[in-house]
T-cell receptor, first 112, second 115 residues
């Protein structure tokens, strides 16, 4: 079946450091999304990517849609304590379908 | 905009009982999704609707699960009879994909515990 391999599973970093995480698949995806989930809440959309090679920023967050359409990357610059949470990548193979496939998440811990 | 509203936030029930989870999507969104989240399996799509019509229910675990969307502003997910392995957080999400927006908005979830 379709799977998204997200890495790393967890990260422990110092406040102020930059963070990188990625998502890969053996299948091509036409849409990549990045979500963040806080404890006790649902995932919240951070960035949406719709074209191969696209690079999109949202404040300190930058995400890229891989040129092969089989991967995506999320970078967080100058991390702060409120960046703590679980980050999920998600992909849509075909925009005609509704089945958004999620990675298993990257748990980010930030030490002040 | 109040976002996607789910109720209840927490539900504890005994094995064999019927459980009904409720969802009010964002007004104007034409897609509605039910997801289940567990530590072992992550976020799994159970079923989704487009314009109140079920499109794909291949993720529904078994016949004990059923979902309905009687109108554009309300959906239910029912488990009957419930089993301990159904314990999970159930999320409802909605999306306005026909407007070109493929990022779904999630509710806060219902944490279900079956004892």
């Amino acid at each position: 079946g379709q799977q998204l391999n997200q890495s790393p599973q967890s990260m422990f970093i110092q406040e102020g450091e930059d963070v990188s995480m990625n998502c890969t698949s053996s299948s091509i995806f036409n849409t990549w999304l990045w979500y963040k989930q806080d404890p006790g809440e649902g995932p919240v959309l951070l960035i949406a990517l719709y074209k191969a090679g696209e690079l999109t920023s949202n404040g300190r967050l930058t995400a890229q849609f891989g040129i092969t359409r089989k991967d995506s990357f999320l970078n967080i610059s100058a991390s702060i304590p409120s960046d703590v949470g679980i980050y999920f990548c998600a992909g849509l193979r075909w925009r005609s379908q509704g089945n958004l496939i999620f990675g298993k998440g990257t748990k980010l811990s930030v030490k002040p | 905009d109040a976002g996607v509203i789910q109720s209840p936030r927490h539900e504890v029930t005994e094995m064999g009982q019927e459980v009904t989870l409720r969802c009010k999507p964002i007004s104007g969104h034409d897609y509605l999704f039910w997801y289940r989240q567990t530590m072992m399996r992550g976020l799994e799509l159970l079923i989704y609707f487009n314009n109140n019509v079920p499109i794909d229910d291949s993720g529904m675990p078994e016949d004990r699960f059923s979902a309905k969307m009687p109108n554009a502003s309300f959906s239910t997910l029912k488990i009957q009879p419930s089993e301990p392995r159904d314990s999970a957080v159930y999320f409802c999400a909605s999306g306005g994909r026909t407007r070109g927006d493929y990022g779904y908005t999630f509710g806060s979830g219902t944490r279900l515990t079956v004892v």
